[in-house]
């Protein structure tokens, strides 16, 4: 995620829902995911990567959709960001690949992405919330700096590091850097959010 992570705010127009199962039929939604979770990404991760090196894939959203694990948040009836959320074990979640459009930037996006993952997992019995974060060994991205800040203020704290060729070691020949993965958690057991209702948890099928 890049820049336009939203401030600690969220914005009443914002609903977020995990997409059915029916999605991986909408070509177009699913193509529209891909660029957007690349391109975020490409901005938020510039110089850590070489060049052949993507976020996602449309066959690997697709995957995700039909496991019901991409929730996407929506203004307006439009797509305006997209997380992935999965569980790890019996007692642990984890979200991942959170994007928020360029266009809808500053107004909560990525915070309503995430309160929705961490009560998706407490509403499943799940007691923590993880995340991964890549960040230069040997020198501070800008964007990683920001974001290291902006989960530590959502309440996610280090639990631990650990080498690119340890934790996703296909990945370690695309690394342009030397990387490591910063590993966050935080307790989510018994989460409410007040503005959960309204931000929608159902299941979307499509979107325009």
Partial sequence: MSRNCPDDGVSAG??????????????????????????????????????????????????????????????????????HVQALSDITG????????????????????????????????????????????SWRHPNKVFLDDWYRRLGYRVIRTASVEDLHPALAPLIATPCQFVIYQKAVDGKVTSERQERGGSRLSGLR
């Avoid at 509403?123 to 974060?133: A, I, R, S, T, Y």
């Fill in 94 to 137: 984890e979200f991942g690949m959170l994007a928020a459009t360029p266009e809808q930037r500053g107004i909560g996006v990525g915070r309503a992405l995430i309160d929705f993952a961490e009560q998706h997992c407490a509403d499943d019995g799940l007691q923590v919330m993880q995340l991964e974060l890549l960040v230069p060994s």
């Fill in 14 to 83: 914002i609903a977020v829902a995990l997409l059915d199962r029916t999605a991986v039929c909408d070509i177009d939604l699913i193509e529209r995911l891909t660029a957007l979770i690349n391109g975020v990404y490409a901005t938020a991760e510039n110089g850590l990567w070489r060049p052949q090196a993507v976020r996602t894939s449309a066959s690997e959203l697709t995957e995700l959709i039909n496991l019901e694990q991409i929730a996407v948040a929506t203004v307006g009836g439009q797509l305006a960001g997209a997380i």
